[in-house]
């Protein structure tokens, strides 16, 4: 490549991982453990990549539940008591008989001519060791076992990691099965129904983006056991390892406790999270755009439950970062209902919905839709389809109420 500036910033070194690590720190705060990412927080970043803000406070570990409650805030989610020990009631069901029910499923919606499982065969290895490396290494160990073993295996609650802002993120699948071919498949089990063979899309939607944070992890494994030596008696063949790119999705019939499954094709949410995760691998560019001296601590009290940092110190540093808030924040990220304020109370069309901010062009807030709309009313076409679009929507209004009947013309009618 010829030089030149281009050239230069290519060639430009990027800020070493330790360096990284101790500005995330010192935005975290001195006494702040980092916060664990999970598939669900990873999942629901990669769902709104324009998000500055969350990509930085879950790149820094914030716990951003607790920086909500400081914030006067709190998140409005979350699962209760009862839901969760349904899920794990219905796990436990679903992986009865060391999994047979679930290998028939899986096998049924395949439909690939190959032969079935036999549960007397098929492999459990166990995942047990100490902490999560131990697990993430176990896991990757009895994964590189049973595709050299060219049978099916199952592996209950194996850990895998990814790596996150030079940090690992320990991630813990339902299960995964390996079948004799050497590729693998993400199993996802969830208590919400299907009904007629067809469940809730905004909730297979979240358990796809999820699947495919685990298919994404479980793709950089394959990747370092590159090809394995399949061959029991004798007879060797190289096998490459694989992630299938679709996950079996395991919920209830109908409503009973029955389960069924489908296949979940996971390509898309497999490329975003890629890029949201190179997107990660960058925060200290927007770590270096911050007022210098920003931090998130809550500087705690001794019991660690009782934030003391005043509430204007932290929204001043929460909003140093610019935020993508759309109204699919309230049921993902813990933040939602303070970006949900800030942006009503600036009159951002985002507040309404992404569809409607693509519709209305190069009008920002409502304050200019409702001026592009209401003034100059029944001149020419402007040339702008947004604008245009509006007056004509204001014009049909106000016809439609000059026609509508007074309310005293039609309590005597």
Known sequence: MPGGEPARAAAAPRQPATALRHQLAELRGPSAVPHPLDARALAALASNPGCRRRALLDGAGVDKGALARALGAPAPFGQSQFAHQRGNTFEARVKTDRGALLMRLLHERLADGSAAPDPDTTATPDLTAAGPQGRTARTALALREAT????????????????????????????????????????EIKSFPMVDGAADPAKVGAAARQSGVYALALE???????EVT????????????????QVLLVCPKD????????????????????????????????????????????????????????????????????????????????????????????????SLGRGVRGELGGL????????????????????????????RAAALRTEALALAPRPAEAVCR
């Open 230 to 245: 399949e061959g029991p008696e004798g007879k060797e063949d190289a096998v490459a390892a694989r992630v299938r790119h």
């Open 364 to 391: 920002t807030t409502v304050e200019a839709v409702l001026a592009a709309a209401l003034e100059g009313a029944g001149d020419a076409p402007t040339g702008d389809p947004a604008v245009d679009t509006l007056r």
């Open 255 to 350: 409503f009973s406790n029955l389960p069924t499954a489908e296949l979940v094709d996971v390509r898309k949410q497999l490329a975003v999270t890629r890029r949201q995760l190179d997107r990660l691998t960058r925060i200290e560019e927007i770590a270096a755009a911050l007022p210098e001296g920003t931090t998130f601590d809550l500087r705690l009290t001794e019991d660690g439950q009782t934030s003391t940092r005043p509430v204007e110190e932290l929204t001043a540093a929460v909003e140093s970062v610019d935020a993508a808030y759309a109204p699919e924040c309230l049921s993902t990220c813990e933040l939602s209902l303070h970006c949900r304020g800030r942006s009503r109370a600036a009159g951002a069309v985002e």
């Open 220 to 226: 950089r494994i394959a990747a370092h056991l590159g």
């Open 148 to 187: 050299a073993a060219g049978r099916w295996a199952l592996l209950d609650h194996p850990m895998v990691s990814l790596d996150v802002a030079g940090s690992p993120a320990f991630l813990e699948p339902d299960a995964v099965v390996v079948h004799p071919d050497g590729s693998w498949t993400v199993i």
